[in-house]
């Protein structure tokens, strides 16, 4: 049976925790991750009902979506759903695991893609990408080493450029040095310039994989003495950002899109703008939970629909014609990143207990 840090390992290599924005609390919230995993429960939301539901089960894992303690907590005595479902999986030894805004994040195996999927949209990407999550290494090794060191920062997570990895730059030139005392004597007499036919070797890498990278470079460099140096990138990172943005096969009328939109998401309602002048929807533009901050973002990259929730009835005004927004409900958004962190924890680790939860969680009930 894996460890509750092993389940961990594989969810923040596909989402690292890096990734989240400043005011989540993804992470493991509750609970050791030195302990043997008896099952897995995965859920959108942890209540008392999902900690019930994880008991009936044999599991003491918890992996929701949302955290349930987003802020600190001054006191643990019961007086809320939050303190109360914390209590009980303490009681009743079950670690809770929140896999937020780094999973939003993601292009790959994340909540947007998989939105995306369901509506079967083509040719997607990240609607609003980050900058600064990138840099370049640059080191210099000589040349007779220079394939082994390449090689090694690419298996540690450099090299990667959109559809391609083992991507560098690689330029020959003379490095000199002069050994001083306490020096490795084989590079050469104390004292004496040496001079050594060197490769300079440039990589990109995500700010996420730095450690294990500056490792596999101390690692397989030959030189007593690394020299290296790290440039922070303003380029945007493609695969990491807020939202997605694809196309239909074809054009689709403007209402039979709606109600295909209903009846694949599973919505009790779709409040929708209907000023806009669009008759066919071609270019969506979509966001699970709450996305009303990339309604300008959609609207500058020219969507026929933007697909999210949360919207107050004044950001409804903000569309100002130029595109449909349609609120399709928080709960109703995210609803498949249920089965998308069920497949990814399923795929590693076979023959073990992993569960859909069972409860809707949703809190708000339509007529």
Do not use: W
């Amino acid at each position: 049976m894996p460890l509750i840090k092993d389940i961990i390992r594989v969810l923040e290599k596909i989402a690292p925790p890096t990734y989240q924005e400043s005011y989540d609390n993804s992470g493991l919230i509750v609970g050791s991750p030195d302990v043997e995993a008896s099952g897995v429960l995965v859920s959108l939301d942890c209540l008392e009902t999902t900690v019930d539901e994880a008991i009936q089960k044999s599991c003491n894992l918890i992996v929701a979506h949302h955290p349930i303690v987003f802020k600190g907590l001054k006191r643990i005595n019961g007086s809320n759903y939050v303190e109360r479902t914390v209590i009980k999986a303490l009681k009743h030894d079950i670690a809770i695991y929140a896999i937020h805004t780094n999973l939003d994040n993601m292009y790959h195996n994340g909540v947007n893609s998989r939105i995306a999927e369901v509506l079967q949209l083509k040719d997607t990407r990240i609607l609003a990408p980050v900058k600064g999550l990138l840099r370049c290494l640059i080191t210099f090794v000589p040349a007779a080493d220079a394939e082994g060191v390449r090689q090694a920062l690419f298996s540690a997570g450099a090299g990667n450029i959109g559809n391609y990895d083992a991507c560098s730059y690689n330029l020959e030139g003379i490095g000199t040095f002069r050994a001083g005392e306490g020096a490795n004597p084989h590079v050469g007499a104390i004292g004496e310039i040496h001079r050594e036919n060197e490769t300079r070797i440039e990589v990109i890498y995500p700010i996420h994989a730095e450690s294990q990278i500056l490792t596999a470079l101390e690692d397989a460099h030959p030189y007593e003495e690394v020299a290296h140096y790290i440039i922070s990138l303003e380029n945007k990172h493609q695969y990491i950002g807020a939202g997605m943005i694809g196309e239909l096969e074809s054009e689709i009328p403007l209402l039979d899109f709606l109600h295909h939109l209903k009846a694949v998401m599973k919505c009790g309602i779709v409040k929708f703008t209907d000023d806009s002048g669009v008759k066919k929807v071609r270019k969506v533009a979509l966001c699970g939970g709450a996305g009303s901050f990339l309604l300008g973002e959609a609207i500058r990259q020219r969507a026929d629909i933007f697909i999210s929730a949360d919207f107050k009835y004044h950001e409804f005004f903000d569309a100002e014609g130029k595109i449909v927004i349609a609120d399709i409900g928080h709960f109703e958004s995210e609803q498949f990143t249920i089965s998308l962190i069920s497949e990814i924890i399923s795929k590693n680790f076979l023959n073990f207990a992993v569960y859909l939860t069972e409860l809707n969680t949703n809190p708000v009930n339509y007529l």
